[in-house]
């Protein structure tokens, strides 16, 4: 291809507005968006013509893990097995698949929250992201969380999710196991010096595992207090698995900057993400989705009852204009159906336009990096996608990427 490079479509979202405009001239040279509906486009330059379709900015995923799932697990979904049975090398092939379905899936941004499984203290999320980085895979561009910060007996301790006996497989603070203040400073410190660029916390209960309640506070408040202070000294944001309403409350009040999940947050706990700008990612499609069938009788029973009332929290959050980024928790969703989640937006009340921005701009923003990603926008990352329609409409139409750039290259094209 020459160095320029334009691309022609019927239309585009401008996510800035809120509205679709018509035609799309978008001009890309260098991996960035350098015009917008010129009067002239540049000489000699390689030009798409790709019709009738909409082209957005691509989407963002603020939630999921790539390491599990996919091939190798029943219709795409984690092998029950998955935190004993494989060794980290094939666990790392195993995602370097995923991560090209959920590029072809037209989502170019992902945070990989939080590594759950043994793997002697190797970051192979950040191993992934440096992978593709220099071009050896075709994946989204990754936010690598390195491994989950849990408490011994965790929601996101690898032994609880097959109920291992002692001492069958010992974790070290490298591997997320961490129990007071000392410990959860030294986690964090192993986590970023390792290349996380985002820590996650394992904060309460779980649905899925064989833990506490998914109600339960699994940390107390002074260290939720010593993760953020590590992680926001060293410039790094935090997430939270938090399911239960009091520890919502914890993790806001010590700073935590996104919840993941928030199931059984309450109308309180709802303003006060609203007060302190605390970002949500509700993960809302799974609780109808989830192929919960193949779970333990006691899980299934945890999910029975929590999924109902996380789907009845989602409107309230909505309307109260907190901060909602698209996240999945894929593979509680097969790897590439991400765009799910946009669909169970707009079921819980958003408009079809509010859930392109939570899974654009919004989800730029909690990863700071509002400036070059989330809109077509001159000076911005050419991360471009197109789809059929109007999904301002239609939001369905995210289901059918037609065409992916991610950075100037081309890595879809009917």
């Given at each position: 291809m020459?160095?320029a490079?334009?691309?022609r479509?019927?239309?585009?979202?401008?996510?800035?507005a809120?509205v679709v405009?018509?035609?799309?001239v978008?001009?890309v040279e260098?991996?960035r968006i350098?015009a917008?509906s010129?009067?002239e486009?540049?000489?000699n330059a390689?030009?798409?013509d790709l019709?009738?379709v909409?082209?957005?900015?691509?989407l963002?995923?603020?939630?999921?893990n790539?390491?599990?799932g996919g091939?190798?697990?029943?219709d795409?979904?984690?092998?029950?097995?998955?935190g004993?049975q494989?060794?980290?090398?094939?666990r790392?092939?195993?995602?370097a698949?995923?991560a090209?379905a959920t590029?072809?899936?037209?989502?170019?941004?992902?945070?990989?929250?939080?590594?759950m499984?043994?793997?002697?203290?190797?970051?192979l999320?950040?191993?992934?992201?440096r992978?593709?980085?220099?071009g050896?895979?075709?994946g989204?561009?990754?936010?690598?969380?390195?491994?989950?910060?849990?408490?011994?007996?965790?929601?996101l301790?690898p032994?609880?999710f097959?109920r291992?006996?002692?001492?069958i497989m010992?974790?070290?603070?490298?591997?997320?196991?961490?129990n007071?203040v000392?410990?959860?400073?030294?986690?964090?410190?192993y986590?970023?010096r390792?290349?996380?660029?985002?820590?996650?916390?394992?904060?309460s209960?779980?649905?899925m595992?064989?833990?506490?309640?998914?109600?339960?506070q699994?940390?107390s408040d002074e260290?939720f207090?010593a993760?953020v202070?590590?992680?926001?000294r060293a410039?790094?944001?935090?997430a939270?698995?938090a399911v239960g309403d009091?520890?919502?409350q914890?993790?806001?009040?010590?700073g935590v900057d996104?919840?993941?999940?928030g199931f059984l947050?309450?109308?309180?706990s709802?303003?006060?993400?609203?007060?302190?700008?605390?970002?949500?990612?509700s993960?809302?499609?799974?609780t109808?989705?989830?192929?919960?069938e193949?779970a333990a009788p006691?899980l299934?029973?945890k999910a029975?009852?929590?999924?109902p009332?996380?789907?009845a929290?989602?409107?309230?959050?909505i309307?109260?204009?907190v901060k909602?980024?698209?996240?999945?928790d894929?593979p509680?969703?097969?790897h590439?159906e991400n765009?799910m989640?946009l669909?169970?937006?707009?079921?819980?009340?958003?408009?079809?336009?509010?859930a392109?921005?939570a899974a654009?701009?919004?989800?730029?923003?909690l990863i700071q990096?509002?400036?070059?990603?989330g809109?077509?926008a001159?000076?911005y990352?050419a991360d471009i996608i197109a789809v059929?329609?109007d999904?301002?409409?239609?939001?369905?139409?995210?289901?059918?990427v037609?065409?992916v750039m991610?950075?100037?290259?081309?890595?879809?094209?009917a």
């Open positions: 020459s160095e490079i334009v691309l479509a019927d239309r585009w979202v401008d996510i800035d809120g405009r018509s035609p799309a978008i001009v260098g991996g350098t917008v010129p009067a486009v540049p000489a390689t030009e798409f019709g009738d909409t082209l957005l900015p691509g963002m995923d603020m939630e999921l790539l390491l599990i091939p190798g697990g029943p795409g979904l984690p092998n029950p097995m998955h004993v494989d060794d980290p090398v094939y790392t092939l195993r995602g698949v995923n090209r590029l072809q899936a037209g989502f170019t941004t992902v945070r990989n929250l939080g590594l499984v043994k793997t002697g203290g190797y970051m999320d950040v191993a992934l992201q992978a593709i980085d220099q050896w895979h075709e989204p561009r990754i936010v690598p969380a390195g491994h989950a910060v849990t408490p011994y007996g965790g929601h301790d032994t609880v097959q291992l006996a002692p001492g010992a974790l070290s603070v490298a591997e997320g196991i961490a007071g000392a410990e959860v400073r030294a986690c964090v410190r986590q970023i390792h290349g996380a660029k985002v820590i996650k916390i394992s904060a209960g779980g649905v595992s064989h833990s506490t309640a998914p109600g339960s699994q940390y260290e207090v993760i202070d590590e992680a926001h410039g790094i944001r935090v939270a698995h009091s520890s919502v914890a993790c806001i009040r010590a996104c919840i993941e999940h947050a309450t109308d309180e709802i303003q006060m993400m609203v007060d302190h700008g605390t970002f949500l990612v993960t809302t499609y799974l109808e989705a989830m192929a919960i193949r006691e299934q029973k029975a009852e929590i999924f009332q996380a789907k929290m989602l409107p309230k959050a309307a109260a204009g909602i980024a698209c996240g999945t894929a509680a969703i097969p590439g765009a989640e669909i169970a937006l707009v079921d819980r009340g958003m408009t079809p336009m509010q392109l921005r654009t701009v919004t989800s730029a923003e990096r509002e400036d070059e990603l809109q077509l001159v000076g990352l059929p329609g999904p301002s409409e239609d939001i369905t139409a995210t289901r059918d037609r065409f991610k950075e100037g290259r081309v890595y879809k094209h």
